[in-house]
């Protein structure tokens, strides 16, 4: 790897991180429904347990997700030829390489600007892809992509950007009109967004995909008072909350909660406050909101883009969408 072709930029304040966790924790645990943020899943513990998630069969998210990449990235390559692709929330690197491989021999280089809160994951990704691919240079965005977009480095020609996943679908409404406004602004004429989005379906399948037999979900989603306990000196226990996720039609999303079992009373002590939980009573940790062509048109359109084309699988479930500057 020469250090030419990899550069790493951290914005990410240790002390800040520390407050939004304390200030995000106490106003959802004091609101009505009690609420925690999802993006406090992923600790090293939380993304094991969702990368078990991905390989589960109920799960189909990720499996048709990279049956439609394998597909459609070549196309979309071709017609964007970009000079930058960006991918937000990229994690461990492994799907850009769809993108990656369709530049593979057309004696061109490429630039790959990773955005992603964890610098040790994308540090190893870029490692790997700087290695594997002579013609790929990658400077990497440390932070938060609800917050961080404005640092991505100015473009070096054409660019797309990829946010895969269907992680947009754990956007509230208002989030993700703010954040699309944030990808809209990275582009100009000439580029693209290709974004992942799960599609409305028959409840079963939708409720059978975050309620898996193995109960893994479970534990992932109980997972989130374990990062609580341990950024904010707590005493939760996570094995006295049960999992439940359902599917809410009328606002197209599934909501996963933590129910409890029995009346719990917590401390968290660096910030000196006492939680309580009555039995039965839910902390609301997670949406994911469903999609149809439809509602992603109307999701774009605010935002200042076009759909452009939309790739689906035989069967309905998932689709890639790919959007232009209006």
Avoid at 22 to 31: F, K, P, Y
Avoid at 119 to 132: D, F, H, I, K, W
Wanted: proline fraction near 5%; charge should be neutral.
């Amino acid at each position: 790897m020469r250090p030419d072709r990899y550069r790493i930029d951290a914005h990410v304040d240790v002390e800040a991180r520390a407050k939004a966790l304390a200030d995000d924790v106490l106003r959802g645990l004091r609101s009505r429904p009690k609420t925690l943020p999802p993006k406090y899943f992923y600790d090293e513990a939380g993304s094991a347990l969702f990368d078990e998630i991905t390989r589960l069969p109920e799960y189909y998210l990720t499996r048709v997700e990279e049956e439609l990449l394998r597909t459609c990235a070549p196309a979309v390559m071709r017609r964007v030829a970009p000079d930058d692709i960006v991918e937000i929330g990229a994690g461990t690197g492994v799907k850009v390489r769809r993108f990656i491989e369709a530049v593979d021999g057309a004696h061109r280089s490429v630039r790959y600007v990773p955005v992603d809160i964890d610098e040790t994951t994308m540090r190893a990704a870029a490692a790997r892809l700087t290695v594997a691919y002579a013609f790929l240079s990658v400077h990497g965005v440390v932070g938060d992509f609800e917050r961080d977009l404005v640092h991505v480095p100015p473009a070096t020609g054409r660019r797309l950007v990829v946010f895969l996943g269907s992680t947009i679908g754990n956007l509230d409404p208002a989030a993700c009109r703010d954040f699309l406004g944030e990808v809209r602004r990275l582009l100009r004429d000439g580029d693209r967004f290709l974004v992942g989005v799960d599609l409305v379906k028959d409840r079963p399948t939708l409720e059978a995909a975050y309620n898996d037999a193995a109960g893994v979900t479970g534990e992932f989603n109980r997972n989130i008072l374990r990062v609580v306990n341990g950024g904010l000196g707590g005493d939760f226990r996570p094995e006295a909350f049960r999992h439940h996720a359902w599917y809410n039609e009328a606002e197209g999303r599934i909501e996963m909660h933590l129910v409890a079992e029995t009346r719990q009373r917590a401390r968290l002590r660096r910030v000196g406050v006492t939680i309580e939980v009555g039995a039965g009573e839910s902390i609301w940790t997670e949406n994911s909101y469903k999609f149809t062509r439809e509602s992603t048109v109307a999701m774009f359109e605010p935002a200042g883009l076009r759909l452009e084309s939309w790739h689906v699988d035989d069967r309905e479930r998932f689709a890639l969408a790919l959007a232009a500057p209006a």
